[in-house]
C-alpha cells in the first residue's frame, strides 16, 4: 500500500484530522509518533487535553523507568549475588537501556494511579516488566528465532556481541525481573508482591509469552506442515505472544492499588483489548513502515510466513478490528470516568502508533 493509500486508510478508520499536537518530548520514539502525520486524533473519540498531557506522562515515565533500570544494571554485585562478570552486564544495559517506548511500565503506572497505589513502587514493578519484555526481544531476535539484526535502532544483542551471550542476556534479564518485584520496594505487603510474582510468571511463561512464541514459530509451519490458521487461531497466538505481557501490565496497577473484583475484571477487558490491539498494530508496521523510523526490519513478517491478522484480514480489516478494539476499550474503562483518561489516550497510542 502506498503511503498516501495508507493515510487515507488510517482517516476512515480513525475519522478526520482536526486535533494536531506537535510536541516535543526527549525520547525519540515517543516524539516520532507525536511530530507525525498520524500525531493526530478525532475529537470525537478524544478530546485534546487528553492526547496533548499524553506524550508528556508517557515521557515522564519512560524517564523513571530509564534512571530504575539502569541502577538495577550497576556493575556492583548485589548481596547474594558472587559477581556481575563485566560481558554480560554490558550486554544486558545494550539490551535493556536507551530505548524503547516503555509503554508497559506506562500501563502499570497509570493503573496503578487509577487505583490509588503509590508511584515508586508501580515504577518499580513496571522496570521488572520491562526486563521481561527487553529478555523477550533478545529471544525474539535470535537467528534460531526471528533471525533479526536491529533492534531499537541498534544491532540486535546477538550481532553486538555474540549468540551465546544473548542467550544469557534473556535469561539473566528475566531472572533480575522476577528479583525485583519480589523487593519490598514494589509494595509493603508481601501477599501483594506474591500475587505480583505469580501473575508475571503465569503471564511470561508456557501459557503466556513464551507458549506464544511457540505457537508463532509452529504457525510458520517449522514442524508441521504449514496449514492456514484460523482467525480465533491466530487471536490466541497473539494474545499469548504479546497481549499476556499487556494484560499485566494492566492487571499489575490493580493489584498494587488492591482494587476489589469487579474493578479488576475492568482492568481485565482493558489489558486485553489493548493487547490485541497491540500486536495488530505490530503487524501492519511491518507491512507499511520502514526500518528508519521502527528502528527494526519492515517486512519480515510476510517472509517468514507468520500468522498475523493483517495477513488474514488485509490491511483494511486490521484498521476495522483496531477500531473495535479501541471501542471494548473504552467500554471497560467507563467505570473509571475521567481518572481513566490518561489509559484511553494509551489505547489510541497503541492503534496508531508509528514505532
Ligand atoms: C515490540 O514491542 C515487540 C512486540 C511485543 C510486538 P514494543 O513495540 O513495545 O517495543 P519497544 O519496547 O518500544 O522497543
Ligand atoms: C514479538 O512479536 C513478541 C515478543 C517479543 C514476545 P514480533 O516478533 O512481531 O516482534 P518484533 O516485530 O520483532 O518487535
Ligand atoms: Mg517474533
Ligand atoms: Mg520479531
Ligand atoms: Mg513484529
Do not use: W
Request: hydrophobic fraction near 50%; charged fraction near 20%; aromatic fraction near 4%.
Amino acid at each position: 500500500m502506498t503511503a498516501a493509500a495508507s493515510e487515507y486508510a488510517r482517516g476512515l478508520v480513525f475519522g478526520s484530522i482536526d486535533a494536531r499536537v506537535e510536541i516535543s518530548v526527549f525520547n525519540p520514539l515517543i516524539s516520532a509518533y507525536f511530530s507525525g502525520s498520524s500525531a493526530t486524533a478525532n475529537n470525537a473519540m478524544m478530546n485534546k487535553s487528553i492526547i496533548t498531557d499524553f506524550p508528556t506522562q508517557l515521557a515522564s515515565v519512560a524517564a523513571e523507568a530509564e534512571s530504575l533500570l539502569k541502577r538495577l544494571l550497576g556493575d556492583a554485585p548485589l548481596d547474594g549475588e558472587i559477581s556481575r562478570p563485566p560481558r554480560l552486564v554490558a550486554a544486558m544495559r545494550h539490551a535493556a537501556l536507551d530505548g524503547g517506548k516503555r509503554l508497559r511500565p506506562f500501563l502499570l503506572v497509570e493503573t496503578a494511579t487509577v487505583f490509588g497505589a503509590a508511584r515508586a513502587g508501580a515504577l518499580m514493578a513496571g522496570a521488572a516488566l520491562e526486563l521481561v519484555h527487553c529478555y523477550s526481544l533478545v529471544h525474539d531476535d535470535l537467528p534460531a528465532m526471528d533471525d533479526d539484526d536491529l533492534r531499537r535502532g541498534r544491532p540486535t544483542v546477538h550481532k553486538a556481541f555474540d549468540e551465546a551471550t544473548a542467550i544469557l542476556v534473556g535469561d539473566a534479564l528475566l531472572t533480575l525481573a522476577f528479583d525485583v518485584m519480589a523487593r519490598s520496594e514494589v509494595h509493603a505487603d508481601p501477599a501483594v508482591r506474591v500475587a505480583l510474582v505469580a501473575e508475571l510468571a503465569r503471564a511470561s511463561g508456557l501459557g503466556g509469552m513464551a507458549g506464544g512464541q511457540m505457537l508463532d514459530l509452529a504457525a510458520e509451519g517449522r514442524f508441521e506442515p504449514k496449514r492456514v490458521m484460523t482467525e480465533k487461531e491466530i487471536a490466541t497466538l497473539q494474545a499469548m505472544k504479546t497481549g499476556a505481557l499487556i494484560r499485566f501490565a494492566c492487571c499489575a496497577g490493580a493489584i498494587l492499588g488492591q482494587a476489589d473484583a469487579t474493578a479488576r475484571a475492568s482492568i481485565d477487558r482493558y489489558g486485553t483489548a489493548i493487547g490485541q490491539a497491540f500486536q495488530i498494530a505490530d503487524d501492519l508496521l511491518d507491512v507499511e513502515g520502514d526500518a528508519r523510523t521502527l528502528g527494526k526490519a519492515a517486512g519480515t513478517d510476510a517472509a517468514a510466513g507468520k500468522a498475523t491478522l493483517v495477513a488474514a484480514l488485509g490491511t483494511m480489516g486490521a484498521r476495522a478490528r483496531l477500531k473495535e478494539l479501541i471501542a471494548q476499550s473504552d467500554a471497560a474503562l467507563a467505570p473509571f470516568g475521567t481518572k481513566a483518561d490518561s489509559l484511553r489516550a494509551a489505547a489510541r497510542f497503541i492503534a496508531e502508533r508509528t514505532t
